[in-house]
């Protein structure tokens, strides 16, 4: 009978992590794929509000970046991204949108469009 017990409670437990490491989110690397430096912001669209989970991060060229995630009801990520160099007599920006990320994912981000007006 305390055998039972024991394996019941360990697979209660077993059951409790995996149910909070689900809660955690999901791991995405952002990597600026360009030799610009480059100020980064990532947000969360999965989060009500939406979450800014970077602002303006310096990042060198070729540099990554870790970032948390919320999933939504499927496991999967949303994140939007905007970029701009640092350099203000060459400026560039870019942008966009990543639904449908799993864990472990790379979104790459780059700053070589017209920023506009």
């Known amino acids: 009978m305390h055998a039972f017990n024991r ?8 059951c409790l992590a995996s149910a909070s ?4 989110g ?10 610009s430096n480059i100020l ?3 947000y969360d669209l999965n989060t009500y509000p939406v979450q800014r989970l970077l602002s303006n991060r310096l990042m060198n060229g070729f540099a990554t970046v870790t970032v948390s995630l919320t999933s939504d009801s ?8 905007t970029a701009i160099t640092v350099d203000p007599d ?3 920006c870019g942008h966009n949108d990543k639904p449908n ?4 994912a790379t979104v ?4 070589d469009g017209d920023c506009g007006s």
């Open 26 to 35: 999901l791991t995405i690397t952002i990597s600026n794929d360009s030799t």
């Open 21 to 24: 490491s689900y809660a955690d």
């Open 90 to 92: 060459m400026r560039q």
């Open 40 to 42: 980064v912001t990532v």
């Open 74 to 81: 499927s496991g999967q990520g949303h994140l939007s991204w």
């Open 7 to 14: 394996l019941s409670l360990a697979a209660l437990l077993l």
């Open 108 to 111: 790459h981000v780059h700053a």
């Open 101 to 104: 990320l799993s864990d472990g």
